[in-house]
């Protein structure tokens, strides 16, 4: 689904990262690597928002460079780290924006559009939120209506970056778990970068591991830390990056 051919991120004249090749299909992934590693980077390189690039990144084996606004908008969804500001707009009126790619420019609201939003409501139990104003839901709230809103464009694929970067431990564990029901649910690829250690096993199926401007993708569960500590050379006992 997800394809990298001798790809060299850049940033002006600095290499910051190299993929000599790599393949993700679908499942958690989750993005490690120190901070300045270039997580957000990457992501951003995959929906065409970063451009400073050599080599092939293909979606459903098209260019990423090849597709129009709109066409990747229906391929790919991205939910950044801050929830972004929407004014008086209730949660369920943010989950629906997700529809934008598939209206015509009246922006009219078909039945199918109704029966997603309804949808994706009901897997990340927002109900009880739907008709609150966005700005007075909580962190958590926020971030899972956020993540609404991408599944709403029904995309196989899912980006996340750092989801859980201000969330309690609970909300933290609440969303990873509705990350997991997604994939296993919709057999979406989901990749989102994270600094946590300690939920990668639990939660993933594979890791991207970004390490000295170069990528590793580990699929063995039992890898997965002892990888990520020799690679930043740290205690085995810490749980962050």
Same mark, same amino acid.
């Given at each position: 689904m997800l394809n990298f051919k001798s790809v060299d991120i850049r940033v002006g004249t600095r290499s910051l990262m190299k993929i000599d090749e790599m393949t993700? &299909?679908?499942?958690?992934? #989750?993005?490690?690597?120190? &901070?300045?590693a270039g997580k957000s980077t990457l992501l951003k390189s995959i929906i065409g928002q970063h451009k400073d690039i050599k080599g092939s990144i293909q979606i459903k084996n098209k260019e990423?460079?090849?597709?129009? @606004?709109?066409? +990747?908008?229906?391929?790919?969804?991205i939910v950044?780290?801050?929830?972004e500001l929407f004014g008086r707009h209730t949660a369920k009126d943010i989950? #629906? +924006?997700?529809?934008?790619?598939?209206? !015509?420019?009246? @922006?009219?609201?078909?039945k199918k559009d109704k029966d997603v939003v309804e949808e994706v409501m009901n897997i990340l139990e927002l109900h009880e939120v739907a008709n609150q104003m966005f700005n007075s839901l909580s962190d958590g709230e926020k971030q899972l209506v956020m993540i609404g809103r991408a599944l709403a464009q029904e995309t196989e694929i899912l980006l996340l970056d750092e989801p @859980? #970067?201000?969330?309690?431990?609970? !909300?933290?564990?609440k969303l990873m778990r509705f990350v997991q029901?997604?994939? /296993?649910?919709?057999?979406? +690829?989901?990749?989102?970068?994270?600094?946590?250690?300690?939920? +990668? /096993?639990?939660?993933?199926?594979s890791i991207v591991l970004i390490d000295k401007q170069k990528i590793q993708h580990l699929s063995d569960k039992k890898r997965f830390v002892s990888a990520i500590n020799t690679a930043f050379q740290i205690n085995s006992?810490? !749980? /962050?990056v």
């Open positions: 993700i &299909n679908s499942g958690v992934v #989750a993005l490690i690597g120190r &901070n300045g990423v460079k090849e597709y129009t @606004a709109t066409d +990747l908008a229906k391929e790919v969804a950044y780290t801050k929830p989950v #629906a +924006l997700g529809r934008l790619p598939y209206q !015509n420019f009246m @922006a009219k609201i078909t @859980a #970067a201000f969330l309690d431990i609970v !909300n933290k564990q029901r997604i994939a /296993e649910k919709t057999n979406k +690829l989901i990749l989102f970068s994270t600094h946590q250690i300690d939920i +990668l /096993e639990k939660y993933c199926d006992k810490q !749980n /962050e």
